[in-house]
T-cell receptor, first 112, second 115 residues
Framework: NAGVTQTPKFQVLKTGQSMTLQCAQD?????MYWYRQDPGMGLRLIYY???????DKGEVPDGYNVSRLKKQNFLLGLESAAPSQTSVYFC???????????FGPGTRLTVT | AQSVTQLGSHVSVSEGALVLLRCNYS??????LFWYVQYPNQGLQLLLK??????LVKGINGFEAEFKKSETSFHLTKPSAHMSDAAEYFC?????????????FGRGTSLIVHP
């Protein structure tokens, strides 16, 4: 099993550009999450999906959108990138939202 | 609303010394509690979890944590630190919020191990 995979691993964007971060899991988990990690801030939840086809906002959703069309995939979109979105993004999955999470290796995004 | 407070952004210990990383939580209902470890340039890995069974929870790599409801704490300990324990540690709580269990992470504690 590959677990949770994320693509790309690194990305540099110019302000105003758009992109989609991809996340896939092969553990048949119902719940998936997107976090951003910034120095001294821990992990902050951007969006989560409790099941295929449903999504909910987390703590810091502004400037992002998500899509969960298939159970194994959770996409995070940036429509118009801003320097404040420079961060490391982690995707995670779990059997249910209450239970332990399995994390991907992260995507390091820089917006100039 | 639930929250997690990790006391100390950095903890420094000597190899062989006791490791104590502190975590306090707030939650309106009995929560699920977790400790995760993050090594440089990697994602988080589960160390241990509390899900309302035994209050003393044993995890991987010799770590354990004790759930103390009266103190709303879930501190992480290891009797003897090893150089390989140097990493970032995160405490997390999944508590009921608006009908769903939503995970919340602390800001993390960086464990530094000196030879």
């Amino acid at each position: 099993n590959a677990g949770v995979t994320q693509t790309p691993k690194f990305q540099v964007l110019k302000t105003g550009q758009s992109m989609t971060l991809q996340c896939a899991q092969d553990m048949n988990h119902n719940s998936m999450y997107w976090y951003r990690q910034d120095p001294g801030m821990g992990l902050r939840l951007i969006y989560y999906s409790a099941s295929e086809g449903t999504t909910d906002k987390g703590e810091v959703p502004d400037g992002y959108n998500v899509s969960r069309l298939k159970k194994q995939n959770f996409l995070l979109g940036l429509e118009s990138a801003a320097p404040s979105q420079t961060s490391v993004y982690f995707c995670a999955s779990s059997t249910e939202t209450a239970y332990e999470q399995y994390f991907g290796p992260g995507t390091r995004l820089t917006v100039t | 609303a639930q929250s997690v407070t990790q006391l100390g952004s950095h903890v420094s210990v000597s190899e062989g010394a006791l490791v104590l990383l502190r975590c306090n939580y707030s939650s309106s209902v009995p929560p699920y509690l977790f400790w995760y470890v993050q090594y440089p340039n990697q994602g988080l890995q589960l160390l241990l979890k509390y899900t309302s069974a035994a209050t003393l929870v044993k995890g991987i790599n010799g770590f354990e944590a004790e759930f103390k409801k009266s103190e709303t704490s879930f501190h992480l300990t290891k009797p003897s630190a090893h150089m390989s324990d140097a990493a970032e540690y995160f405490c997390a709580v999944s508590g009921l919020s608006g009908g769903s269990y939503i995970p919340t992470f602390g800001r993390g504690t960086s464990l530094i191990v000196h030879p």
